[in-house]
């Protein structure tokens, strides 16, 4: 018995240590965090649009009128319907932490990165700073001494994108359903997290570049 609750308590320090964390961000960042993240959802339904072509699912009213028919009923693409879009939903926070990275400058910036632009962007700095001996630091406070540019990445840094994301997706659920519904030349991510989801400014660009 002592033993689960040590185990409930180390599981309930890691999940709220993630979400002090995600909350600290500033509005810049979450801003940009939401840019990301529905981008990415974006870019899961299109490519599932294009798997999932032909295939459709029967969606309103199947009551039977006097005549015997049902004239409620309507098709859409299975890859537009609520139940697909749940099931993306409900595992796109275990993809976007996987492949993103969120890091911050010493000059203040706070960026997400792919895993590629990541690794690309620390090689630059291992370059850049390849013949500097200083020492050092711990994982917890920098993931690499030769990246001078970057205050910090590791662990901890993952942690906030994949409890930002969850926050985000159970917060704003709905708001995310009724746009991924609209035709793709309509889905703009910077339009939708101000005028949706309102975790950016109407007239704030978000900033893509280190």
Same mark, same amino acid.
């Given at each position: 018995m002592i033993v689960f609750y040590l185990i409930l308590s180390l599981c309930l320090l890691l999940s709220c240590d993630g979400q002090s964390m995600s909350r600290s961000w500033n509005a810049d960042t979450k801003c940009l965090a939401c840019v990301k993240l529905v981008e990415k959802l974006i870019e899961t339904v299109e490519i599932?649009?294009?798997?999932?072509?032909? =295939?459709?699912?029967?969606?309103?009213?199947?009551?039977?009128? *006097?005549?015997? =028919?049902?004239?409620?009923? =309507?098709?859409? *693409?299975?890859?537009?319907?609520?139940?697909?879009?749940?099931?993306?939903?409900?595992?796109?926070?275990?993809?976007f932490s996987k492949e993103i990275r969120f890091i911050q400058t010493n000059s203040g910036k706070s960026q997400f990165l792919s895993i590629e632009q990541f690794e690309s962007y620390q090689k630059e700095n291992e370059q850049m700073y390849s013949n500097d001996d200083s020492d050092q630091e711990s994982d917890d406070e920098q993931s690499s001494s030769v990246?001078?540019?970057?205050?910090?990445?590791?662990?901890?840094?993952? =942690?906030r994108v994949l409890s930002f994301c969850e926050s985000f997706v159970d917060s704003y659920e709905s708001e995310l359903l009724s746009v991924l519904r609209k035709p793709f030349d309509n889905l703009n991510p910077n339009e939708i997290c101000s005028l949706n989801i309102q975790l950016c400014s109407e007239n704030q660009q978000p900033n893509l570049e280190l």
């Open positions: 599932s649009s294009i798997e999932l072509n032909g =295939k459709s699912i029967a969606t309103g009213s199947f009551r039977v009128d *006097p005549d015997g =028919k049902q004239r409620g009923i =309507k098709y859409i *693409p299975y890859a537009r319907s609520e139940l697909h879009l749940v099931g993306i939903l409900e595992s796109i926070c275990s993809e990246d001078k540019n970057i205050k910090y990445h590791n662990k901890k840094a993952d =942690k």
